[in-house]
């Protein structure tokens, strides 16, 4: 059973927690992560959902993605989501997330990370992911036109493939 901190709308933490599937009240809020991996060619790593998976089961997302559990920090919950989905040991000590972006029940922070990672060499959570592999932004579009990738804002993988050409990325 997974426990959530929960936040105000500043995002001060409340010295509340709730359990995964019970309804925020209002002014609650929690907080999410999304790791984007980029390979040195510019291709995001993405991962194919299980089908048994609940919520978009067979389609394609970002890397990874995840709530953070009561007691992490943003970063624990991004290093923790990342190993356990794809078995990458990510160090995002002292490391800020490359935005937030804030959605009806809480927070997601999003990291852009810059890795060349062999995915032969990763170890996939069963119960999550059923496969991975690199792709180009023009792949991972048509995918959302196809209706096999998780139905994102085309804009918003647009923003992340530029953030990553032109600003860089956590390098890790």
Not at 32 to 49: A, D, K, P, T, Y
Request: aromatic share 10%.
């Amino acid at each position: 059973m997974e426990t959530w901190d929960l936040y105000d709308a500043a995002r001060n933490k409340m010295n509340k927690t709730m359990t995964r599937g019970n309804t925020l009240a209002p002014g609650e809020y929690h907080m999410v992560i999304h790791v984007c991996i980029f390979n040195s060619n510019g291709e995001m790593l993405i991962q194919q959902r299980q089908p048994f998976k609940e919520g978009w089961p067979n389609m394609w997302d970002v890397t990874v993605g995840g709530s953070a559990v009561s007691g992490d920090t943003s970063q624990m919950a991004a290093e923790r989501e990342t190993l356990e989905e794809i078995g990458l040991e990510l160090n995002l000590e002292n490391v800020r997330p490359t935005m937030t972006m804030n959605f009806a029940r809480g927070f997601d922070d999003i990291y852009l990370i810059e890795m060349d990672v062999d995915i032969k060499e990763l170890s996939l959570q069963y119960e999550e992911v059923q496969s991975v592999k690199w792709a180009a932004k023009e792949e991972i579009l048509e995918m959302i036109e196809a209706g096999t990738f998780i139905p994102y804002e085309q804009n918003l993988i647009r923003l992340y493939f530029d953030l990553i050409n032109r600003q860089g990325a956590i390098k890790n």
